[in-house]
Each structure stands twice: as structure tokens, then as C-alpha cells.
């Protein structure tokens, strides 16, 4: 079972920019491929962006592509989801999930994060 803690959500104006982190523990996660998701009030989860083991191969929802970044740092167990020119409909829990498989990972991974929310202001 693998442990993960997401940190760095907040109330930021749009055009602006948040870092979140998603600490992992428990299994080796270097192995697991990683993702963002996100969830609206009343909207069903989405995916915003995924990184493979190695961090060699990337994926992003057409929404949030050339403004997210996805990243990771294997020895430190921990992966980024850089965000830059928030709109305000970019608000929502932001939740990290690990999966041995990509596309697994891609669609319901096999664990989850509790989610930290960011909110965007107009």
C-alpha cells in the first residue's frame, strides 16, 4: 500500500501560480507512474496530468496544457504539479495517485491522496 500526502493548495488570484506537492511512502514509488486529478463542487473527478517511473514521458488534459507541469523527484519520494496563469476554473481538490501501471494511473489509480483545494479568485 502506498502512502500519499498532497500539500501546497491555497487561495491564489487569477494569473497566478501554485507548486503542489504529493509525498509518497510505503512501497518502492519510484517504480509507480504518478498522476494529478482534480475535483470540482458538483462536477465528477477529472485528470490533469500524469508522469511515468522514470519521469521520462509526461501527460496533461488539453485544459491545463502549457500552464501545468508535472514532475517528479524519485529521491525524495515526491512528486509537483507546477501551476501557472490559474483561472478560476481551475478551483478545485487537487488529488495525487500512484499505480505500477501507466494506464492504470491514467484513468483510477490504485492509490490515493486525502486532496489539498485550491481556489482561484477572478
Known amino acids: 500500500q502506498v502512502h500519499l500526502v498532497e500539500s501546497g493548495g491555497g487561495l491564489v488570484q487569477a494569473g497566478g501560480s501554485l507548486r503542489l506537492s504529493c509525498a509518497a511512502s510505503?512501497?518502492?514509488?519510484?517504480?509507480?507512474?504518478m498522476a494529478w486529478f482534480r475535483q470540482a463542487p458538483g462536477k465528477e473527478r477529472e485528470f490533469v496530468a500524469a508522469?511515468?517511473?522514470?519521469?521520462?514521458?509526461?501527460y496533461y488534459a488539453n485544459s491545463v496544457k502549457g500552464r501545468f507541469t508535472i514532475s517528479r523527484d524519485n529521491a525524495k519520494y515526491t512528486v509537483y504539479l507546477q501551476m501557472n496563469s490559474l483561472k478560476p476554473e481551475d478551483t478545485a481538490v487537487y488529488h495525487c495517485?500512484?499505480?505500477?501501471?501507466?494506464?492504470?494511473?491514467?484513468?483510477?489509480?490504485?492509490?490515493w491522496g486525502q486532496g489539498t483545494q485550491v481556489t482561484v479568485s477572478s
Open positions: 508522469i511515468t517511473w522514470s519521469g521520462g514521458n509526461t
Open positions: 510505503g512501497r518502492t514509488v519510484s517504480n509507480y507512474a
Open positions: 495517485g500512484a499505480d505500477p501501471q501507466l494506464l492504470t494511473v491514467l484513468r483510477n489509480p490504485g492509490s
